[in-house]
């Protein structure tokens, strides 16, 4: 006959469900069980564990144990503060629980709460106790919370039993540990007195508790306060009235609890500001929060189109303000680059702008291993995840997580899958673990890049730990010229970009508008012109001229090639120095130096076109085919026949 193997013993249920959470353990055998964990559970743990038994109706369960650590009435005494018997360095946090087998729970008690109310009379408990209800809904997979008065008559402070599945055990203790701290805050930011009332200590420190991780910090102080009292209450199994009622001085004042007590705001803020210093947690930096209007002041033009509802600055805005990022795109020259930076610069503090190459692998974009003086490997990050996490705080007081949006000039550069890996996966909201590992700690820690950080309870900030905060924006562009590169984007990564057209005037705008247009995009350049007394072949006003001529050399490219007005700047600009220099107008060198570059790969009867409509609508004596028909020869290796071949 087969013996039946032994169940396991709540420490070995414990460590089992802990996992890879556990570093280091002193044994399974010993009681108590010192455990050091990982993030983002308290480095250090010493566990004291008990069976659960049956106590009486009132009461109903009870670890089935008296501890040695007692007062002169036989009563428990479980602080764990430095220099007491159970923990004499200070290092650990101190946890007493028991387990249910039939409900296959854990229940963790506040020991810390015991000796710091602890008046030494006869209402101390003599044992920690937790109702069956609070078991039952344990078992059923979620975090039950059950306040309890420290005393069994009295009416001084209360504490927060928490009761969980196995797989819930690492909530638990993050939910224990943070109780704790608040109760030390609290003790810092109040009166004396401020526990001495029956469930209130409880439910102060509950609320701050919801507060702070549960609350949606982009909202107001009181709209947050609303969020956690809902918490309490459905957790608590508590009316709103009655969970009022006990917290009106600190949380509602004497009034009806439309309005905000002054008080209430201050002491949030003050032990939030705590919080995130003590914990080292991940607040995200919000960009969107105080940004109403939209960035009108762009010092470019962009013609009116009655046929569209909405402006490119429009487009724009409302693409980043519905989640998406955003890829401009337009020929050369429209202001594509420029339009991208000065967005960026109105939306958020700071941006980063890049420019993309052919050669761009994930080691530049996400990052990789260097080479360090010892011989070993570091990760050192890359251009995406430098924007989330400030690497001049590393080795301060902390690491500093950021919002620094980036700029991608000339994304079709690219090799898509090349360059960006892992980032797919971020950007369409994973959280992805890169395969790296972070070197710089005692032991190697995977590098993470979280798409999804509010999917994560209490999110860390570390050096191996990204996240990308939900109003981060990248803006790309790409020159319509080259599209090819789109179809290289996988159509999940295409759907977290809105793709923008910057638009630039064509070839019927030019005929019907072209000056109109011309004297707009001169006012916005103000480029400056030359004393017209000093140009020898200049018939009429310079301004008037360089309207009409500008006009007919873009019209003139526009029907076979789009540029954006860009192009035509720095057209303008080349004509204007040489008419500075030479005191006359000429313009086939500018259209050597400006235009034809543009028009590489034109067929050689597109480019007799579009330098016979320039030839034909210019004076003789300010464009000189020969000179740019030699340039198309021996550079573009295009012949175009001349007059006279």
Request: glycine share 6%.
């Amino acid at each position: 006959m087969t013996s039946k193997s032994s169940s396991p013993t709540p420490r070995e249920i414990l460590l089992d469900a802990l996992g890879g959470y556990v570093e280091q353990h002193s044994g399974v055998d010993s009681n108590p069980l010192d455990v050091d964990l990982q993030d983002p559970l308290p480095s250090q743990v010493r566990f004291y564990l008990f069976e659960t038994s049956y106590s009486d109706e009132d009461h109903g369960w009870a670890i089935n144990v008296r501890l040695d650590n007692t007062n002169e009435n036989g009563h428990e005494i479980t602080d764990r503060e430095s220099g007491s018997d159970w923990d004499p360095d200070g290092e650990y946090q101190v946890v007493l629980g028991g387990y249910h087998e039939d409900y296959d729970v854990f229940t963790f008690w506040d020991d810390a709460v015991y000796s710091h109310y602890d008046t030494g009379d006869d209402n101390a408990p003599h044992k920690s106790y937790v109702a069956d209800e609070t078991l039952e809904r344990g078992s059923e997979n979620e975090i039950s919370i059950q306040p309890r008065e420290l005393r069994e008559r009295g009416d001084r402070g209360g504490e927060t039993v928490i009761t969980v599945t196995p797989d819930r055990i690492d909530e638990a203790l993050q939910m224990r540990d943070r109780i704790r701290w608040i109760r030390t805050q609290l003790n810092e930011v109040l009166e004396d007195n401020w526990a001495n009332n029956q469930y209130r200590a409880q439910r102060l420190e509950h609320l701050v508790y919801e507060y702070l991780v549960n609350t949606d910090r982009r909202k107001s102080v009181q709209e947050r306060r609303e969020q956690a009292i809902s918490r309490v209450q459905e957790l608590q199994d508590k009316s709103k009235s009655a969970i009022m009622s006990s917290l009106r001085a600190e949380v509602y004042g004497d009034n009806d609890g439309n309005t905000l007590p002054e008080s209430l705001g201050s002491m949030l803020s003050q032990i939030e500001r705590h919080y995130f210093e003590s914990y080292n947690l991940w607040k995200e930096p919000v960009v969107f929060e105080d940004i109403d209007g939209t960035p009108d002041d762009i010092d470019l033009y962009f013609p009116p189109d009655e046929e569209r509802s909405q402006t490119v600055i429009e487009q724009i805005d409302i693409a980043l303000r519905s989640g998406n990022h955003v890829i401009l795109t337009g020929p050369p020259g429209s202001g594509k680059s420029d339009l991208a930076e000065q967005v960026a610069e109105y939306y958020a503090d700071n941006y980063q702008m890049a420019t993309a190459t052919d050669d761009w692998t994930t080691f530049d974009t996400i990052g990789g291993y260097r080479p360090q003086t010892d011989g070993g490997l570091e990760f050192h990050p890359g251009l995406f995840l430098q924007r989330f996490m400030d690497e001049s705080r590393m080795g301060a007081r902390g690491i500093e997580a950021k919002n620094e949006w980036l700029v991608i000039d000339e994304l079709n550069r690219a090799n898509i899958d090349k360059a960006f890996g892992s980032l797919f996966s971020a950007l369409t909201g994973n959280n992805v673990t890169l395969p790296f590992d972070d070197t710089t700690q005692e032991s190697s820690k995977p590098i993470k890049l979280n798409g999804n950080p509010n999917a994560i309870t209490e999110p860390r900030v570390n050096s191996h730990t990204y996240y990308i905060p939900e109003d981060w924006r990248l803006i790309a562009t790409i020159n319509s010229v080259d599209k090819s590169s789109l179809y290289r984007m996988s159509r999940a990564f295409m759907r977290r970009f809105a793709f923008i057209q910057v638009p630039v005037p064509d070839d019927e705008d030019l005929e019907e508008d072209g000056e109109l247009l011309l004297d707009e995009y001169l006012d916005t350049w103000d480029l400056g012109y030359p004393d017209e007394e000093d140009i020898e072949n200049l018939s009429s006003g310079l301004d008037n001229r360089m309207k009409e001529d500008l006009t007919i050399l873009w019209t003139a490219v526009q029907r076979h090639q789009k540029v954006g007005p860009g192009v035509i700047e720095d057209l303008a600009k080349q004509i204007i120095t040489g008419i500075d220099r030479t005191g006359e107008i000429h313009y086939e060198y500018a259209t050597v130096a400006k235009l034809l570059p543009q028009l590489d790969g034109l067929p050689p009867s597109k480019m007799d076109d579009v330098l016979g409509e320039i030839e034909g609508r210019l004076d003789d004596e300010l464009f000189d085919r020969d000179i740019v028909n030699e340039f198309t020869r021996e550079y573009l290796d295009i012949a175009i026949p001349t007059d006279g071949e």
